[in-house]
C-alpha cells in the first residue's frame, strides 16, 4: 500500500466517524424539527414525508399555553443576567487579573468552589429567603439567582482573556499619558472584546436554559421558557407536536448565538500578545 | 525638558537585588547610555523613572520636583519599551496617535506629526497596517515612532534599535542624535551595542549587578576606565587583560615572560589590561615579543591576529592590509601609554 494510498483511508475513517457523531447528535435534534411540523396525529408515526402545518407554532401561544409570556420573561431575566455579569466579572477579572490583592488565590478559589455546590442544596435556603423578602415568582429574584450561577463562571472565563493581554501594553498606555479607566476603555476593553462577547454568550445560554431555580422559585408570574415546556403534559399524554414546537422556539435562540460564538470564541482564543 | 535625579534608588524583589541603593544625577538635554550585561537592572532603573515600578527605596526626581508618588502619566515621559508594548487592536497610524489623542493635542495637529515621526522611521507606506502584520524591526520602529511624536520631558529608550537590520541602524542612530540635540530632550538610552553607546552617549553608565561601576564620557570610560570590569566590558574586541605581576618595575606574565615596564610598586599579583589596538605588530624579531598566531581573522577595515602568549591569548588588531597565516610567528610591541593594571581581588584599578 502506497503511502498515498494509506491517506486516503484514514481520511475516509474520519469521514465515517464524524458522520456517525454528527448522526448520533442530531437525530433528536431532527426527531424535534419533524415533530414541531406535524398534526397531533402524524406525530406519533415515524412518518419522513409528511405535510408540514405551522399550526403548533400558534397553538403554544395561545391560552392556556401563554408561551408568549414565558418567553418574554426568560428573554428579559436571560438578558439582564448578562447585562449585570459581564461588566461586574470583568472588573472584578481585571482586579484579579492585574492588581497584588491580599488573599487573591484563596479568592479565586472560593469563587471557584460556589460552583462544585449542587444547586439542590442551596434550593431550599434560596426559596425561603426569597418568600421572606417577597422574591419569589418575581423576574428579579429570577436575575439574581442567575447570576449567582453565572458570575464565578464569568470572572474566571474573563480573566483568562485579560491574562493573555500583555501587561506591557497596557504600562505603554500608561506612559503614553493615560490614566487606569482610560487605559481599560481604550486597550483592554477593546483587546478582550472577543472574550467579554463570548463569555456573554456562555452566561446567556446558561441564564436562558435554567431550570432548578426557575421551577421551585417560579409558578406564575415569572415562569421561563423551560418550565413552560412542563405545560405541555396533559391527561391524553405529552403533547410532542406542540413541546417540539416550544423546544424549537427555545433552541432558535441558541443556534444563532452558536454561530456567533464559533466566530469569536476562536478569535477570542488566538487574539495572542503582538511583541 | 528636565533634569532626572536618582537618589539611593533600591529595588528588591524580596531577598533579590534588582538596583542596589543607586545615585545618578542626569543634567537637563542630557545624553545618558546605561550600559551593562544582560539582567543588571537597566529596565529596572527605567521602570522606575518611569513611573512603571515603585521604588523600593530612594527618590526619583524630575526637574524640581520629587515624582515617586506621581503617575506614570504625571510624569511627561516617553519610553520605548525593550520588548515594544504596542497596541495589537490599532493600526500602526493610531498607534503613534495614540499619546497625542490621549494628552488631548488638537486634531488637526495630530495627522501631520503622526506623519512626521513615521518619516523619521520611515514607516510612511505601513500605516494603516495593525502590529500583527509587521516584521520585528518594523514594529521596533513604531514603538520609536510612538515616542518621538511627542515632546515629553524626558526620553526612556530601552534598546530601541535592537531588532533592526545593521544598515537601518546606523540611519537611526544618527536620527536619534539628530533629534536628542535639536529637540533638547533629557534621554537615558539602554543598549548593548558598543558603538552605539560610544557614538550617541554625553555620558556613560556602566551597571552591573544592579551597581553603576562608573559614570563618565564615552572617552573617560574607554580610555580611563576605573575598574576590571568596566575595562572588559567597553571596547570591541574587549580589552586583553593578561594575569601576572609586578618585578623591579616591569610587568611579568604568570609564565615568566617580561613583558613591558610600569610606574607602579612591585606587586605580585596584577592583571595588565591593553586594548587590540594599543600594541603594534612587526616580523618576527623586530618587536618586544615573538609569539605564534593561533588564529587570524579580517573584519572589513582591519585585521585580528589572536597570538598565544604562554598559557594566555591576546587579541591584537592589524593594519587593513595585513596578511598573516595561522602557526606564523609575529612579534607584538608594547606601548607604555594606555595599560592599565588592576588589583584582581578588588577589581579596582591600580594607577601610578
Ligand atoms: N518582577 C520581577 N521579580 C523578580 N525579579 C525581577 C523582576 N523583574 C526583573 N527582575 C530581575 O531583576 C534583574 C534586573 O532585570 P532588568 O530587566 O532590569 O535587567 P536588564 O539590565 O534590563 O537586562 P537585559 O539587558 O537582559 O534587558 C534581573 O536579574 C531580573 O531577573
Ligand atoms: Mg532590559
Known amino acids: 500500500m502506497t503511502g498515498k494510498q494509506k491517506k486516503q ?30 398534526n397531533h396525529i402524524d406525530v406519533f408515526q415515524l412518518k419522513l414525508f409528511f405535510t408540514p402545518t405551522l399550526e403548533n407554532f400558534g397553538t403554544v401561544f395561545e391560552a392556556p399555553y401563554h408561551l408568549g409570556m414565558k418567553l418574554w420573561n426568560s428573554t428579559i431575566v436571560a438578558f439582564v443576567t448578562v447585562a449585570l455579569a459581564i461588566p461586574i466579572a470583568t472588573m472584578a477579572a481585571y482586579s484579579f487579573s492585574r492588581f497584588r490583592l491580599r488573599g487573591k488565590t484563596a479568592m479565586l478559589v472560593v469563587i471557584l468552589a460556589t460552583q462544585f455546590m449542587p444547586a439542590v442544596v442551596i434550593i431550599l435556603p434560596f426559596f425561603v429567603m426569597f418568600r421572606d423578602v417577597g422574591l419569589l415568582d ?137 511583541r | 525638558m528636565a533634569s532626572v535625579i536618582l537618589k539611593n534608588l533600591t529595588k528588591c524583589w524580596g531577598d533579590f537585588i534588582g538596583v542596589d541603593n543607586q545615585s545618578l544625577d542626569i543634567q537637563d538635554h542630557e545624553f545618558l547610555v546605561l550600559l551593562g550585561p544582560s ?181 573617560e570610560i574607554y580610555n580611563d576606565p576605573a575598574s576590571l570590569f568596566v575595562a572588559g566590558f567597553i571596547g570591541s574586541p574587549a580589552m586583553n587583560l593578561i594575569n601576572g605581576s609586578v618585578q623591579d618595575g616591569y610587568f611579568v606574565t604568570t609564565g615568566g615572560t617580561k613583558l613591558v615596564a610600569v610606574s607602579v610598586p612591585d606587586k605580585p599579583d596584577v592583571v595588565l589590561g591593553v586594548r587590540a589596538d594599543d600594541m603594534r605588530i612587526s616580523e618576527e624579531g623586530e618587536g618586544d615579543i615573538d609569539a605564534r598566531i593561533y588564529a587570524f581573522e579580517h573584519t572589513g577595515e582591519a585585521t585580528l591576529l589572536t597570538v598565544q602568549w604562554g598559557t594566555q591569548r591576546v587579541i591584537v588588531r592589524g593594519a587593513r592590509h595585513l596578511r598573516k597565516e595561522q602557526g606564523e610567528i609575529v612579534s607584538i610591541s608594547l606601548g607604555s601609554d594606555h595599560l592599565y593594571l588592576f588589583n584582581p581581588d578588588t577589581g579596582k584599578r591600580i594607577r601610578g
Request: net charge neutral; aromatic share 8%; hydrophobic share 50%.
Open chain 1, 138 to 274: 418575581t423576574r428579579i429574584g429570577l436575575v439574581l439567582v442567575n447570576l449567582a450561577i453565572v458570575m464565578p463562571f464569568a470572572i474566571w472565563m474573563i480573566k483568562g482573556f485579560i491574562d493573555g493581554i500583555p501587561i506591557d501594553t497596557e504600562e505603554a498606555a500608561m506612559v503614553d499619558g493615560s490614566s487606569r479607566i482610560m487605559v481599560i476603555r481604550n486597550i483592554v476593553l477593546p483587546m478582550a472584546a472577543p472574550g467579554l462577547l463570548t463569555a456573554g454568550i456562555f452566561c446567556f445560554i446558561i441564564a436562558w436554559n435554567e431550570f432548578l431555580f426557575a421551577l421551585i422559585l417560579t409558578n406564575k408570574d415569572a415562569v421561563t421558557l423551560p418550565i413552560g415546556l412542563a405545560l405541555f403534559k396533559a391527561e391524553e399524554g405529552d403533547l410532542w407536536n406542540l413541546l417540539s414546537a416550544a423546544g424549537i422556539i427555545i433552541m432558535l435562540p441558541m443556534f444563532i448565538l452558536a454561530l456567533i460564538i464559533r466566530k469569536y470564541f476562536v478569535q477570542g482564543m488566538t487574539m495572542g500578545a503582538v
Open chain 2, 39 to 219: 539582567g543588571c537592572g537597566k529596565t529596572t532603573t527605567m521602570r522606575m523613572i518611569a513611573g512603571l515600578e515603585d521604588p523600593t527605596d530612594g527618590e526619583i526626581w524630575i526637574g524640581d520636583r520629587m515624582v515617586n508618588d506621581d503617575l506614570p502619566k504625571d510624569r511627561h515621559v516617553a519610553m520605548v519599551f525593550q520588548n515594544y508594548g504596542l497596541y495589537p487592536h490599532m493600526t500602526v497610524f493610531d498607534n503613534i496617535a495614540y499619546p497625542l489623542r490621549v494628552r488631548g493635542t488638537p486634531k488637526g495637529e495630530i495627522e501631520p506629526r503622526v506623519k512626521k515621526a513615521a518619516g523619521q522611521v520611515e514607516l510612511i507606506e505601513l500605516l494603516h497596517r495593525k502590529p500583527k502584520a509587521l516584521s520585528g524591526g518594523q514594529r521596533q520602529r513604531v514603538a520609536l515612532a510612538r515616542a518621538i511624536v511627542r515632546t515629553p520631558r524626558v526620553f526612556l529608550m530601552d534598546e530601541p534599535l535592537s531588532n533592526l537590520d545593521a544598515k537601518l541602524r546606523v540611519t537611526m542612530r544618527a536620527e536619534l542624535k539628530h533629534l536628542s540635540r535639536e529637540l533638547k530632550i533629557t534621554t537615558i538610552y539602554v543598549t548593548h551595542d558598543q558603538i552605539e553607546a560610544m557614538t550617541l552617549a554625553d555620558r556613560i553608565a556602566v551597571m552591573k549587578d544592579g551597581i553603576i561601576q562608573q559614570v563618565g564620557t564615552p572617552d
Open chain 1, 9 to 38: 483511508i484514514s481520511q475516509a475513517i474520519q469521514i465515517v466517524l464524524i458522520l456517525i457523531t454528527i448522526f448520533v447528535m442530531l437525530v433528536p435534534i431532527l426527531w424535534i424539527f419533524m415533530a414541531a411540523f406535524k
